[in-house]
């Protein structure tokens, strides 16, 4: 359950990541010391480069100061902002996620059943992957959480 002053971050940051095309993938707000430690994921279909890291970075800390200005979280607080992408280890929950790594193998539950292979496609309603040479589909529904499997070539 999120606190109340990291709902408050979220509202201030979510239309800044927007505004600058990328999506807001996760956001935590702790205390480091007598600062406090803004971190926010962001991500997008092209992916995130680091120009794209200093874009949003901007965009999130004027948000942030123009808050404060205005009796915002961080008016009488001192914090720490980090902005990066998220890492290959970030599940794959989201049909955009899934989107953004066709081409990649990955380990998914279809329903109760372990399987592994790779992502042909994603759309609206489901995925296809590839397995073992066949093709199989899953809706949205029956999948659970995908990972990314590191492949060493």
Not at 1 to 6: D, E, G, N, V
Not at 53 to 62: L, M
Not at 116 to 138: F, H, N, Q
């Given at each position: 359950?999120?606190?109340?002053?990291?709902t408050?971050?979220?509202?201030?940051?979510?239309?800044?990541?927007?505004?600058?095309?990328?999506?807001?993938?996760?956001?935590?707000v702790?205390?480091?010391g007598?600062?406090?430690l803004?971190?926010?994921?962001?991500?997008s279909?092209g992916?995130?480069?680091?120009?794209?890291?200093?874009?949003?970075?901007?965009?999130?800390?004027?948000?942030?100061?123009?808050?404060?200005g205005?009796?915002?979280?961080?008016a009488?607080?001192?914090?720490?902002?980090?902005?990066?992408?998220?890492?290959?280890?970030?599940?794959?929950?989201?049909?955009?996620?899934?989107?953004?790594?066709?081409?990649?193998?990955?380990?998914?539950?279809?329903?109760?059943?372990p399987?592994?292979?790779?992502?042909?496609?994603?759309?609206?309603?489901?995925?296809?992957?590839?397995?073992?040479?066949?093709?199989?589909?899953?809706?949205?529904?029956e999948?659970?959480?995908?990972?990314?499997?590191?492949?060493?070539?």
């Open positions: 359950m999120a606190s109340k002053q990291q408050e971050v979220e509202a201030i940051v979510a239309p800044a990541v927007t505004k600058a095309g990328f999506d807001l993938e996760g956001l935590t702790t205390k480091a007598r600062r406090l803004v971190r926010v994921l962001v991500d279909d992916g995130v480069s680091l120009d794209d890291i200093a874009v949003v970075s901007k965009a999130v800390s004027r948000a942030l100061d123009e808050a404060d205005m009796k915002g979280p961080f009488d607080a001192a914090y720490t902002l980090e902005v990066s992408s998220p890492g290959v280890d970030r599940p794959l929950t989201e049909p955009r996620h899934w989107r953004r790594n066709i081409g990649r193998l990955v380990a998914v539950h279809i329903g109760e059943e399987v592994t292979g790779r992502v042909v496609a994603a759309d609206e309603r489901g995925i296809e992957l590839e397995v073992d040479g066949a093709s199989r589909s899953a809706t949205y529904a999948l659970g959480s995908g990972k990314v499997q590191i492949e060493l070539k």
